[in-house]
Every structure is written in structure tokens, then in C-alpha cells.
């Protein structure tokens, strides 16, 4: 690993952490920090490599251990910080049934997981008021549209700032 990946890993793992902070203590925008917090990885994957994506990940997950607010922390680890590469693995397949399948089937274990942790550590979930499968239905379109939007800002990024990709 070069210098100049480790030196903008620290950055990305600094800007990632930052987010995630202010994710655990904004009154109002938790989610949108948090996405924010989890563009970090597919910009590290443009612009260093997949070595240094998996650092930053590893390092801002550690991070976040220090977060007050554990949910952050939980969703982040097993969702939001890791989907970028596991997005950037399924894309590399090229067929979008199968891209599809793999996203969703990450997620579905991605959700299960983090209800599992949290249920389990700090308290239940099940009361609700909606129906469990109202609240998947929710949860399934809210992901396609956060990867819909990650896609692009992926493009947008590949297209106006093509002179900080690595290929460049």
C-alpha cells in the first residue's frame, strides 16, 4: 500500500467517523448521516483500492464502537459501512438478476442481524404498531432506493471528478 492510499484512507476513515458521530448526536437527520457515513467506502473503492476500502471500513467500525448511540454503531458494522463492497463485488457480475438477488439477500441477513443484536443487547422491538410485514415491505423499498441513490452518486462521482480515480 503507498503512501497516498494511506494518506486519504485516514482522511476517508476521518470524514466516515465524523459523520457517524454526528449521526448518534443530531436531534434530526440520524439516516442521512449515516448514508453519508457509508459513501465513504464506495469513494475509497474509486479512488485508492479495494485493500484500502476494507482499512477505512475496518478502522471507522472500530471507531464507532465509541459512539454512544450502540444502534449506529450495529447498523453501520453489519449494513451501511460493509454494503459498499459487497455492492461493488455483485456489480462486478454483470447480470442484474443475480446483482439483485445478492444485494437483497445481503440486506434481508443485514436487517436480521442488526434485529437480532440490538433485541437482544438493549431491548425489544416488537411493538410496533404496524404489521412485521408492513414494516419488511418498508424496509425492502427503502433499501432499493438508497442503492438506487448510491448508484448515482457513484456515477455522478465517476463523471465530474474523473481526475481523483485511481485510473487517472
Known amino acids: 500500500m503507498n503512501s497516498k492510499n494511506i494518506a486519504k484512507g485516514g482522511l476517508f476513515t476521518a470524514a466516515g ?29 474509486l479512488t485508492c483500492n479495494l485493500k484500502t476500502a476494507i482499512l477505512v471500513y475496518s478502522a471507522t467500525s472500530l471507531l464507532s464502537l465509541i459512539i454512544p448511540n450502540k444502534v449506529i454503531c450495529i447498523v453501520y458494522i453489519f449494513l451501511f459501512g460493509i454494503y459498499g463492497i459487497v455492492k461493488y463485488f455483485a456489480e462486478k457480475i454483470n447480470n442484474n438478476v443475480i446483482e439483485f438477488i445478492i444485494k437483497f439477500t445481503f440486506f434481508n441477513i443485514s436487517l436480521g442481524i442488526c434485529y437480532f443484536i440490538y433485541s437482544t443487547l438493549f431491548m425489544d422491538l416488537t411493538n410496533s404498531k404496524l404489521p412485521i410485514y408492513i414494516l419488511l415491505a418498508g424496509a425492502e423499498i427503502g433499501f432499493g432506493l438508497y442503492d438506487f441513490i448510491l448508484t448515482g452518486f457513484i456515477s455522478y ?3 465530474k471528478f474523473n481526475i481523483f480515480t485511481k485510473n487517472k
Open 17 to 45: 467517523f465524523i459523520f457517524l458521530y454526528l449521526s448518534s448526536f443530531m436531534p434530526t437527520n440520524k439516516l442521512a448521516f449515516l448514508i453519508l457515513s457509508s459513501v465513504i467506502i464506495p469513494i475509497t473503492l
Open 157 to 159: 462521482f465517476l463523471n
